[in-house]
């Protein structure tokens, strides 16, 4: 009988250490693309197959749950964060993906997936998805929704609320010219935040003026093009809401670029409280959403649908609340 390859078989022959085939194996950093190449190069000539592999085709059960994030910005490693510590004392493992920036664009999610369930993951967590639902043989739970129809399970903040109680402080302060720098049209947080801001204003009797309206896209860079133009207008707005800290932060540094003193000048509100945002110089005021607990009530929701559980819902929307910091003032007079 053929003796099995082992990973020390595979060691040997690619000159590099045990841990190193590991990495190449599982897909982990940590090793060089030369390296993972000629370490895959020995794994297919010797017929290797990684105990993690040969364990799932026994059983169908990888014990590995996946994340998958479009990039690992502040907001996914804050849901990483509190996956991670949701699973810590379980016996399930973590496995995060991100895919190649030359497969981005909508849909990507998909081929993830593909290369993903059923042989290295048994469930998957999917943040700000650019699809609707996906054909998977594993339980999937999306963290900060797509626009569309509700065909998987999700975890949300009150996104509504949320905005509504930003632009509700933003005129408690006395402004009413109050931007609005929204997020990707794609996800349901960005939609439901415009809504909040529109109602808000509405409420306060307040004329809605669609040239105070940018799209950030989420997007440091892209938020920092559109505050250039929004706060070079002749009859700028004296406070932006934006719909996510990075854009805020953007926004920020744009303004003091053009000359312009944050709050003195501008006063700008985010959305999620990501850990910059305390350390930010002036700190930024920010609507508070629980990311590490979005990610842990995923987990969970993941965990009962892999055991063949029925949830008490399939649809969990957690609360938000104002955070009070300096970068919020009323406007000066004549502003």
């Known amino acids: 009988m053929t003796r099995r390859t082992t990973i020390q078989d595979v060691a040997a022959a690619a000159g590099v250490s045990v841990s190193t085939v590991s990495k190449a194996v599982n897909g982990r950093y940590g090793i060089s693309t030369e390296t993972s190449r ?133 005129i408690e302060l006395g402004h009413t010219r109050i931007a609005f720098v929204a997020g990707r049209p794609d996800l349901r947080s960005s939609v439901l935040r415009d809504a909040g801001y529109r109602r808000a204003l509405e409420m306060a009797r307040i004329p809605f003026d669609p040239a105070l309206v940018r799209v950030g896209l989420y997007e440091h860079e892209t938020a920092r093009s559109t505050a250039a133009s929004l706060l070079s207008s002749p009859n700028r707005p004296t406070a932006v809401f934006a719909a996510n800290d990075l854009s805020a932060i953007a926004i920020i540094q744009t303004a003091a670029e053009l000359g312009l003193e944050v709050p003195g000048d501008l006063s700008v509100i985010g959305f999620d409280d990501v850990p910059e945002a305390a350390r930010l110089t002036p700190p930024l005021t920010t609507i508070r959403q629980s990311m590490q607990t979005m990610g842990a009530a995923a987990a969970g929701l993941l965990v009962e649908l892999m055991n063949g559980e029925t949830p008490d819902s399939t649809h969990i929307r957690l609360p938000t609340r104002l955070i009070r910091r300096a970068t919020t003032a009323p406007p000066r007079a004549g502003g």
């Open 38 to 170: 000629r370490v895959l190069e020995v794994v297919e000539r010797l017929g290797y197959e990684s105990s993690l592999i040969a364990s799932s085709m026994r059983s169908r059960r990888t014990g590995v749950i996946g994340v998958l994030v479009a990039d690992f910005e502040p907001f996914s490693a804050e849901i990483l964060k509190g996956v991670a510590s949701a699973l810590h004392e379980s016996r399930l493992d973590l496995l995060a993906y991100s895919a190649s920036r030359q497969h981005e664009g909508a849909g990507w999610e998909q081929r993830s997936l593909s290369r993903l369930s059923g042989t290295l993951i048994d469930g998957a967590i999917i943040v700000t998805p650019t699809v609707v639902g996906v054909n998977t043989e594993v339980p999937i739970v999306a963290v900060d929704p797509h626009t569309g129809r509700a065909d998987l399970p999700t975890v949300e903040s009150d996104n509504f609320g949320g905005a509504l109680q930003a632009t509700d402080y933003l």
